[in-house]
């Protein structure tokens, strides 16, 4: 089995409707970042940081899996490939469209943390500041999102996989943000194979074997397609 390992950013979800990170502001849906993305932003003002994620765990409710999730589902489903998905999205989207084999870097929406504790559980529709802990009833509950500042989830596995990979290809992200921008700088030291899939050319480029630029829904099913067609 071919050992793929596959970055999704906010440009896969883009056409599902749920808009990218941020804007060329410096904005996230009229928000400074460090306001709703920082644990400083948590602690100066939490319902201001709950009322921002319940309105993007209710629009993410509401999106649709596009071509491009559906296609990668089809690629994890073919027995010729071992797939890992590690995205940088805290949308549903991927498991949606029927992957199985998928790490949220970055948390999740449909997640609530304990702050104080470290307990885990799913996210109600509507979260508040007044929330208490299931675990510890402490009233201590943020959302389970990795923000600025904060380490990236299941770090180890990721790197392991992407060491162990035949290919690793990036689709639909900036390549801004770290530790995930330096993946492909990763794989390429551990001799992997690396394919850039995005909108338009991202920071890093010029770091991959090669690259394919244009919207995720035509490119990433065109790349499976081709993939699968593969005697």
């Not at 949308?91 to 949220?104: F, K, M, P, T, Y």
């Not at 600025?148 to 900036?174: C, K, N």
Request: charged residues 20%; glycine residues 8%; hydrophobic residues 40%.
């Amino acid at each position: 089995m071919a050992k793929i390992v596959i970055l999704t950013g906010a440009g896969i979800s883009a056409e599902s409707g749920i808009r990218t990170f941020r804007a060329s502001d410096g904005l996230w849906e009229e928000h400074r970042i460090d306001d709703v993305a920082t644990p400083e932003g948590f602690s100066r003002d939490p319902a201001l940081v709950h009322e921002f994620y319940n309105a993007r765990r209710a629009a993410a409710r509401v999106a649709q899996p596009n071509a491009a999730h559906l296609a990668l589902a089809e690629l994890e489903a073919d027995a010729r490939y071992d797939v890992l998905i590690v995205t940088q999205n805290v949308d549903d989207l991927h498991e949606r469209a029927g992957s199985q084999n998928v790490i949220h870097m970055h948390g999740s929406l449909f997640g609530a943390l304990c702050h104080a504790c470290g307990h885990r559980w799913p996210a109600p529709e509507v979260m508040t500041a007044t929330d208490s802990c299931p675990a510890c009833r402490r009233t201590a509950t943020r959302p389970d999102i990795v923000w600025f500042g904060e380490m990236p989830y299941q770090m180890e596995r990721i790197v392991a996989a992407l060491e162990d990979a035949d290919l690793f290809v990036s689709i639909g992200t900036s390549g801004n943000v770290y530790p995930a921008a330096g993946f492909v700088q990763g794989a390429t030291e551990a001799g992997v194979e690396t394919l850039e899939l995005n909108l338009e050319p991202s920071t890093g480029t010029q770091l991959f074997d090669t690259s394919h630029h244009g919207p995720a829904t035509q490119i990433v099913p065109q790349w499976v397609r081709e993939r699968l067609a593969r005697a």
